[in-house]
């Protein structure tokens, strides 16, 4: 099916006299046009044949940059958007000739593949072939002026004036001024001469636009372009679709090097993103990227916001990787997450006989003691700490009821579970709840109240505090089946026996010698259950070492 893309062109040729006066000469920008001086008749080609040969090399580029099918085909519906200036005098302005071939082919691609358009830069030319060679067109130097009156112009791309060397028959005196016209304006602007659409592609594109573009959309070549050949065609295949791996590598270093980390994160999830789509794991992504990030400067550390990468999306590519990606996946966990690996070396795929699953390595390390402190505890720790209390009693239900709901705001926003313009009493219901469940062994709700009025055990700092612990238990569960639910399909049970024979292999320990034995079929059902144990006790162990 042809999908339109809409593509608005502001576009001014083949203009009467009064339009002329009106208007004066236009240079076509894709969304943008510019008035200049007045000149002579324009171009005169029927709208029809505007960038038809655009369209045909469109569609070549198409099939080289292995385009997925929800990209192409094309479809595109051009409109000239009528200026005030002319309107007003009852005047249409008819867009022909060939000036128009370039920027409309420019357009195309940017709204084909996502890819936005430099908006200091102009262009005009003929696009003489399907194989995409450009060449000359009429009234250069007014075309240049009015670029020059533009002060949002920073360059201007015109065909090169002997491309061919056919414009050797123009009149003397025509070359001697369109020559003239050039260089008088390089000293306003920068002026790029262009053979072919190739040399288009760096001037209207960034080279950051068209690799993100590439992992949004899909577009671009898995082989290496290199050896596709020197045409126009070719080289422009390969300005677009070619080497993508190796430019987004290129890129984010470049992007470390300028020392701006909030730039980062977005990137790393489009490179993320993209593979996860394709259902494929990024060979050596993990250790470059340990590699880029330990060389960033300290202070540009200390403003990247981790993960870079969540473990969520970790855990998923991970199960795409092949057993000799399991370093590659710690490495990406490591960088990801800011982790030292010493903190869950035992856990290494490659520490135990035989392939383990890199995603139970994950999800282990993930939910080590240490771990859920950083993440779940410490921000819920530092919100209780940095909360006042005026009184450590109160005097009826309600105030207690109040200040349980303000306290239960307060932590909701420091962790992110809330914005900032939710109030107490909406929560209110919320914090009621939590405090009964913080209070439940000793009778509930009654219970807290009591100890706020008779503040036996510290009064209602002590209720705050079993609200804190009791809100720090809810949140680790509530990740902790996050990180499991990421790692596979709950209802796939082959996925869950071979996440505990996984399990079992990596951890022998953990069960008694007569049930390490036993298939991982037995445990499949309740590999939540263990895994929670599992935790439980590294917990433990680490509590009674700590107190020796």
Request: net charge negative; proline share 6%.
């Amino acid at each position: 099916m042809i999908k339109p893309v809409p593509v608005e062109l502001l576009a001014l040729f083949g203009m009467s006299p009064i339009q002329e006066r009106l208007l004066g000469s236009e240079v076509l920008s894709p969304g943008k046009s510019f008035g200049g001086q007045c000149a002579e008749d324009a171009d005169a080609s029927p709208p029809d044949e505007i960038s038809s040969n655009s369209s045909a090399f469109l569609g070549l580029l198409a099939k080289g940059i292995s385009l997925l099918p929800d990209i192409g085909p094309f479809g595109f519906e051009l409109s000239g958007v009528n200026l005030s200036a002319a309107s007003s005098s009852d005047v249409g302005i008819d867009v022909s000739g060939f000036s128009a071939d370039t920027p409309i082919f420019a357009a195309m691609l940017s709204a084909a593949l996502d890819i936005p358009l430099a908006q200091d830069v102009v262009l005009t030319g003929h696009m003489a072939s399907v194989s995409g060679d450009i060449r000359l067109v009429r009234h250069i130097p007014a075309k240049l002026q009015a670029a020059i009156e533009d002060s949002e112009i920073e360059e201007f791309l015109c065909p090169e004036i002997d491309a061919d060397n056919s414009n050797r028959f123009l009149p003397e005196d025509e070359r001697e001024i369109l020559a003239a016209a050039i260089q008088k304006a390089r000293r306003y602007i920068r002026i790029t001469a262009v053979r072919t659409i190739e040399d288009i592609i760096p001037a209207v594109f960034q080279e950051e636009d068209i690799v993100r573009s590439a992992l949004r959309t899909g577009f671009g070549q898995s082989e290496d372009t290199a050896s596709c050949g020197e045409g126009p065609v070719e080289c422009t295949i390969q300005r677009l679709g070619g080497r993508i791996e190796d430019r987004f590598y290129a890129i984010l270093k470049a992007v470390v090097a300028t020392g701006h980390p909030k730039e980062i994160k977005p990137f790393l999830s489009e490179w993320a993103d993209a593979h996860l789509r394709r259902n494929h794991y990024p060979q050596g992504f993990g250790t470059r990227l340990r590699e880029l990030l330990s060389a960033i400067p300290l202070e540009t550390q200390r403003g990247l916001e981790y993960p870079l990468v969540p473990v969520s999306t970790c855990i998923r590519l991970s199960q795409y990787a092949a057993a000799s990606d399991g370093n590659d996946v710690v490495a990406l966990y490591d960088a990801a997450t800011r982790r030292r690996p010493i903190h869950y070396a035992h856990l290494h795929p490659s520490s135990v006989d035989g392939p383990v699953s890199s995603t139970l390595a994950i999800v282990t390390a993930e939910l080590q003691p240490e771990n859920l402190a950083e993440r779940i505890g410490l921000p819920i720790d530092r919100a209780r700490a940095g909360y006042a209390l005026y009184s450590v009693t109160s005097e009826s239900q309600a105030e207690t009821l109040g200040v349980a709901a303000a306290f239960y705001l307060h932590m909701a926003q420091a962790t992110g579970r809330t914005g900032e313009h939710v109030t107490a009493e909406e929560v209110m219901p919320e914090a009621h709840a939590l405090m009964g469940e913080a209070f439940a062994r000793e009778g509930g709700e009654p219970a807290a109240y009591a100890e706020a009025r008779d503040a036996t055990r510290g009064g209602l700092r002590h209720v705050l505090d079993r609200m804190a612990d009791e809100y720090k238990r809810r949140r680790q569960e509530e990740y902790i089946q996050l990180v499991l639910a990421t790692a596979f399909d709950r209802e796939d049970y082959r996925a869950r026996v071979a996440f505990m024979g996984d399990f079992l292999k990596l951890h022998p320990e953990s069960l008694p010698p007569h049930l390490a034995s036993e298939p991982p079929e037995r445990f499949a059902d309740r590999y939540d259950v263990i895994v929670r144990s599992f935790v439980d006790s590294m917990e433990q162990v680490k509590r009674v070492v700590g107190t020796l």
